[in-house]
């Protein structure tokens, strides 16, 4: 009777065993197909990322563009493609700024163009304000305040978008029938149509897109940012020297 | 359908579930760049601060979490059949489908805006849910 209950237990102490086993191999094996899908996605992101040549010339920089930094003085050129609405550019604005900050003087050019995509109702409007505090020498404030309070005004009626830009043009000190009726004019339209067709002939298929030195570039974080920007100076500079 | 079977049933929805999470985790990591597409819109749900928690622990990496600790837990019921097992898997299920309901909640009325990885996953794990607790109340009412 002792020897048999012994023997029951002994099986069910190999039986657990033997299932403690089995989901360990199990855990183990989920493992190793994650970390096999990971490396995948990541080579794959890897080759993507050197294949983004999109060699179109974008950074011809027009007499009209709008830009930051020093013309006469230019080592390397970042080129923007941005829509006012999209998060994404938002979420990138103060990134440039810092780049800016420290690479302006080191030769980098910025270009900003509007690329204001067809599901954003309010990119367009939102552009032609920009271009029209431009017309002012605001372009960069009105750009801020755009973006900076992009979250309070992108969500609200066409109506009050507009109200919004106007207050935000009375705020920058702006002549204001010229602001509004600039806003309407024909010029600042086709500038942005002509932004909006250069894009796609560079092959941007969303927003933001940047171009350094003419090469599609895509980055997530300043330090990356500021790894590439370092790379073309440097190259500029000794190709020079 | 046997209980078996729908253990197994459960293990490949968790591994859906799995696949489904790591690709979002993956693309919280990786050095791929936010952008609003002219085709399919932005990812503003996946870069929202709820995408992350505490600063620092994105839900992406929490959901790999919920499907690996699911996927051990069926295959203990698959294996085993043990009612105690189920009762877990099923406690664990619902936690998780409490979770997916807050983030349907958040992307419908907070961000108001949706992504579709987000939503597969959503319906995942409340399939995992149903499935689990038909296990696990099928066999309580045979053991009582």
């Not at chain 1, 998060?87 to 990138?92: L, M, R, S, T």
Request: hydrophobic letters at 45%; a neutral charge; proline letters at 2%.
């Amino acid at each position: 009777m002792m020897e048999k209950e012994t023997k029951q237990e002994r099986n069910e102490r190999k039986a657990r065993q033997r299932t403690v086993k089995k989901t360990i191999y199990f855990g183990l094996t989920l493992i190793a197909i994650l970390a096999f899908i990971f490396g995948l996605m990541w080579a794959s992101g890897v080759n993507k990322a050197s294949n983004n040549t999109g060699r179109v010339n974008v950074d011809a920089v027009m007499a009209d563009d709008q830009i930051i930094g020093d013309k006469d003085n230019v080592k390397a050129v970042l080129v923007e493609y941005s829509d006012f609405q999209c998060p994404a550019c938002a979420f990138y604005a103060p990134l440039v700024k810092e780049i800016l900050a420290e690479y302006e003087k080191a030769g980098l050019l910025f270009v900003y163009r509007h690329f204001p995509l067809t599901g954003h109702a309010h990119a367009l409007i939102a552009a032609k304000a920009a271009e029209a505090a431009g017309l002012q020498g605001q372009f960069w404030p009105m750009h801020d305040l755009i973006f900076q309070h992009q979250d309070v005004w992108a969500t609200q009626s066409s109506e009050k978008v507009r109200e919004i830009l106007l207050s935000y043009a009375t705020d920058l000190g702006l002549e204001m029938e010229k602001f509004v009726s600039d806003m309407n004019s024909k010029v600042i339209e086709e500038k942005i149509q002509r932004d909006l067709i250069s894009g796609r002939q560079s092959g941007v298929k969303g927003t933001p897109t940047f171009y350094l030195n003419d090469h599609e570039v895509s980055v997530r974080t300043l330090d990356q940012f500021k790894t590439l920007i370092e790379a073309a100076l440097n190259t500029a500079t000794s190709s020079k020297s | 359908m046997n209980n078996k079977k729908l253990a197994g049933a459960l293990i490949i929805l968790g591994f859906l579930g799995l696949l489904d999470a790591s690709y979002l985790t993956f693309n919280h990591y990786s050095g791929e760049s936010l952008k609003c597409l002219v085709v399919s819109g932005c990812d503003v749900v996946t870069t929202s601060s709820y995408s992350v928690w505490f600063g620092f622990l994105p839900v992406a990496l929490l959901g790999v979490l919920f499907y690996f600790i699911t996927l051990l837990m069926a295959f203990l019921v698959y294996e085993t059949g043990s009612l105690q097992f189920k009762k877990i898997l099923f406690s664990w299920s619902v936690l998780g489908g409490l979770v997916a309901s807050w983030f349907l909640y958040v992307q419908a009325f907070l961000i108001e805006d949706y992504c579709s990885y987000c939503l597969i996953s959503f319906v995942l794990t409340m399939l995992i849910v149903l499935g689990s607790g038909f296990i696990y109340f099928k066999s309580n009412k045979i053991a009582s």
